[in-house]
C-alpha cells in the first residue's frame, strides 16, 4: 500500500511562518505531480499549489510570493513553505500525489490526512 503523512501544522500569528511536509511511503515504483490542497470549514477544497517532477511549478494567485512548493525526490517528500500567513489562510491542509504503485501496477490519485494550520492572534 501507498501512504501519504503530512507533519507541520500547527497555530501560528499573523505574518508568521509555517513549514509543511508530506512524505509518501510504501509499494511505490513511481511518483509524478504533487500537490497541496486546503480546505476551510464550509468552503470547498481548493487546490494551493503543484510540482511536476521535474520541478515546474503552480500557484494559486491568492498565495503567490507567499508560498513556495519544493519536493525530494530521494525522499519521496513534498513541501510547503508558507510564509506572511494571513487569516484567510486558515485551513486544513492536504497533500496528494499521483503515484505508480508496485501492489497495484496502477497509477493512482493518493491523499493525506490533513494537517491543520490556524492563523490567528
Known amino acids: 500500500q501507498v501512504q501519504l503523512v503530512e507533519s507541520g501544522g500547527g497555530l501560528v500569528q499573523p505574518g508568521g511562518s509555517l513549514r509543511l511536509s508530506c512524505a509518501a511511503s510504501?509499494?511505490?515504483?513511481?511518483?509524478?505531480?504533487m500537490a497541496w490542497y486546503r480546505q476551510a470549514p464550509g468552503k470547498e477544497r481548493e487546490l494551493v499549489a503543484t510540482i511536476t517532477n521535474d520541478g515546474r511549478t503552480y500557484y494559486v494567485d491568492s498565495v503567490k510570493g507567499r508560498f513556495t512548493i519544493s519536493r525530494d525526490n530521494q525522499k519521496n517528500t513534498v513541501y510547503l513553505q508558507m510564509n506572511s500567513l494571513k487569516s484567510e489562510d486558515t485551513s486544513v491542509y492536504y497533500c496528494?500525489?499521483?503515484?505508480?504503485?508496485?501492489?497495484?501496477?496502477?497509477?493512482?490519485?493518493?491523499w493525506g490526512q490533513g494537517t491543520q494550520v490556524t492563523v490567528s492572534s
Open positions: 496528494n500525489s499521483e503515484i505508480y504503485s508496485r501492489a497495484t501496477w496502477r497509477r493512482d490519485d493518493y
Open positions: 510504501g509499494s511505490i515504483f513511481a511518483i509524478y505531480d
